[in-house]
């Protein structure tokens, strides 16, 4: 594997444990100010984002680099509404979305086939963290501040079920 593409690889592990960093510091957040439902759907996608970093963890592995893990940076611990919270999952899963695509850019270039079939899981499972967090930012948008609304909002997001993969 080529050694900027290695590179980038292991930056994205970083980035995806980064993320569960994130989502886990979310889920704190909000069981902690009582929605419970919330803290159960980002732990849930802190789990997700567990499993994407063991997958470029094995990847390297598999093509006989070492996997270097490096420190986190402390994620925020506040956040304004849970309105807010949402649009920057948002905003981050949009980030990591670009890193995958130029991630994906480089695999063509350096024309490494194994790394580009690779990262046609993500690209695709990018597509559906946008819009899962753009349908959670819907549905908090239509019930705005009444209190109501955010209960109920905060029950469906309990149900949410563990993905399988
Ligand atoms: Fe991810």
């Given amino acids: ?6 590179q980038g690889f292991q930056d ?31 732990r849930l996608q802190w789990q997700e984002e567990l499993k994407h970093a063991l997958k470029f963890f094995d990847f390297l592995l598999e093509r006989g680099v070492a996997p270097q893990l490096r420190v986190l940076d402390q994620p925020p611990a506040q956040w304004e509404s849970p309105q807010h919270l949402f649009e920057q999952v948002l905003a981050h899963e949009q980030r990591v979305t670009e890193r995958i695509h130029e991630l994906y850019r480089q695999a063509v270039e ?46 469906r997001l309990g149900e949410r079920k563990p993905e399988e993969s």
């Avoid at 594997?1 to 290695?6: D, G, V």
């Avoid at 970083?14 to 919330?38: I, V």
């Avoid at 350096?110 to 930012?137: C, S």
């Fill in 1 to 6: 594997m080529r050694q900027e593409l290695q």
């Fill in 12 to 42: 994205q592990m970083q980035a995806e444990l980064a993320s569960a960093y994130l989502y886990l510091a979310m889920a704190g957040f909000c069981a902690h100010r009582g929605f419970q439902g919330m803290s159960h759907w980002l």
């Fill in 110 to 155: 350096l024309r490494d086939y194994p790394a580009q079939v690779f990262l046609h899981w993500f690209i695709e499972e990018q597509v559906e963290e946008e819009n899962q967090a753009r349908a959670v930012i819907e549905q908090l948008r239509l019930v705005g501040q009444d209190p109501v609304g955010l209960y109920l909002v905060d029950q």
